[in-house]
C-alpha cells in the first residue's frame, strides 16, 4: 500500500525517483475502494499444498481479497480428495459469465506432454482466451507461463539436459518496475522444471517485457507491455521443504535426480534448508497484487475489458 503524503511535498520526487509509491492527498481522496475478486485455476497434482503456498502471499496484504479456487471440468485429477474439489473449488461454466480483478493459472506436471495433447488443452485455452475480456490482469506460473507463451505467441519450450532444479539468483532487468518495489537488485527464488524458452524467443514478440533473468536458469518473469499478463517461471511461493519432497519424490521413482543446487547445506539432504526467498515472493505477489490488480483494475468490475 502506499503512504499518503500532503500535495506538493518535496519529499515526493525523491520517493518516487527511488521506485516509492506514494499517494497525494488528492488522489487518496478521489480513490473508490472495494474488495479485489482474485481467481486462481489450479492445476497442480497437489491441491492443498498449492492452495496454502498462494493463499499465504496473496493474504499478507492490508487489501480485501476474495478468492475462488477453480478446477478443469474436462479433467478429473486422480490424487485430490473429491470431497475437496466438491467442497472448495468451482468450475468454468459457472464462472464465465462473471468479471475478476485478477487470476493467477498454476503450473502443472506436463512438461513431456505436447499442449495439444493435454487432457484439458482445448478448455484451458478457452479460459484463457476468455480472461482477455474477464479478468483485469494475469499471472501465469511456471507450466502454466510456458503453455500461455504457446497460445498467444507460438513460443515453443526446450528441454535442459537435466532438470533444473535450486535456488538460484536473479537479476532485476527493469529496477523502475512497481513489480520490483523493496526488491534487491539480485533476489533468490526456487526453479523446478525441465523447460524453458530464451532471451531471444521473448524478444521476437514486441509484445512482450523481459524484466528478470538468471545466469542459471534463464528467461524468469515476462509481462506484456500493458501489464495485463505475467509469465513467472520461478517458485517464490515455494514452502522450505518443498524442494527437498519433490527431490525425495523423483528418488523414490527411480529417476536418479540431482541434489537441487544452492539449496541443502553443503549439498547434503539430511540438513534442513536455509529459506533465502521468503521476502522475495511475498514483495512479488503483494506488488503484482497491489500495483497490477488492486491499483489499476476498474471501480466497476463489469467494466473489465470493455464492452464484449
Known amino acids: 500500500m502506499p503512504i499518503k503524503i500532503q500535495d ?5 520526487a525523491i520517493l518516487e525517483n527511488e521506485n516509492i509509491f506514494v499517494m497525494t492527498e ?21 491441491k492443498e499444498v498449492t492452495e496454502t503456498q498462494l493463499l499465504r502471499k496473496l493474504s499478507n496484504s492490508p487489501l480485501q481479497v476474495n478468492i475462488e479456487l477453480l478446477q478443469t471440468a474436462s479433467y478429473t485429477p486422480t490424487h485430490v480428495d ?19 480483478d485478477g487470476m493467477i493459472i498454476t503450473g502443472a506436471p506436463l512438461e513431456h506432454v505436447e499442449y495439444e495433447d493435454v487432457a484439458y488443452w482445448d478448455e484451458l485455452c478457452t ?9 483485469h490482469c494475469t499471472y501465469y506460473l511456471c507450466w502454466g507461463a510456458y503453455a500461455a507463451l504457446y497460445y498467444f505467441y507460438g513460443i515453443r519450450h526446450h528441454f535442459y539436459d537435466t532438470k533444473l532444479s535450486g535456488i538460484y539468483e536473479h537479476r532485476v532487468l527493469k529496477p523502475t518496475s512497481p513489480l520490483f518495489r523493496g526488491f534487491d537488485d539480485v533476489f533468490h527464488a526456487p526453479q523446478s522444471r525441465e523447460i524453458y524458452v530464451t532471451k531471444e524467443q521473448i524478444a521476437g514478440v514486441p509484445e512482450l517485457e523481459l524484466m528478470a533473468d538468471s545466469k542459471e536458469a534463464g528467461v524468469t518473469i515476462v509481462k506484456t ?5 505475467f509469465f513467472v517461471t520461478c517458485h517464490a511461493e515455494y514452502d522450505s521443504d518443498t524442494l527437498k519432497n519433490e527431490y525425495l519424490r523423483d528418488l523414490e521413482k527411480g529417476l536418479e535426480p540431482r541434489i537441487p543446487e544452492n539449496y541443502f547445506p553443503d549439498d547434503d539432504p539430511a540438513r534442513s534448508p536455509v ?7 511475498q ?17 466497476d468490475v463489469e467494466s473489465i475489458g470493455g464492452q464484449e
Do not use: C
Not at 506538493?8 to 515526493?12: D, G, K, N, T, W
Not at 475478486?37 to 489450479?42: M, T
Not at 529459506?275 to 515472493?281: A, E
Open 8 to 12: 506538493s511535498l518535496p519529499a515526493q
Open 127 to 135: 479460459i484463457m482466451k476468455w480472461s482477455e475480456k474477464h479478468v
Open 82 to 100: 473429491s470431497t475437496h474439489l466438491d467442497s472448495f473449488y468451482t468450475t468454468f461454466d459457472k464462472v464465465r459469465d462473471r468479471k475478476f
Open 225 to 229: 507491455e500493458d501489464s495485463k499478463k
Open 26 to 46: 488528492f488522489r487518496a481522496m478521489h480513490q473508490d475502494i472495494r474488495p479485489l475478486n482474485v481467481l486462481i485455476l489450479n492445476l497442480m497434482p497437489t
Open 275 to 281: 529459506v533465502n526467498w521468503r521476502s522475495t515472493g
Open 283 to 299: 514483495l512479488l505477489y503483494t506488488n503484482w497484487l497491489n500495483y497490477y490488480v488492486y491499483q489499476s483494475t476498474p471501480y
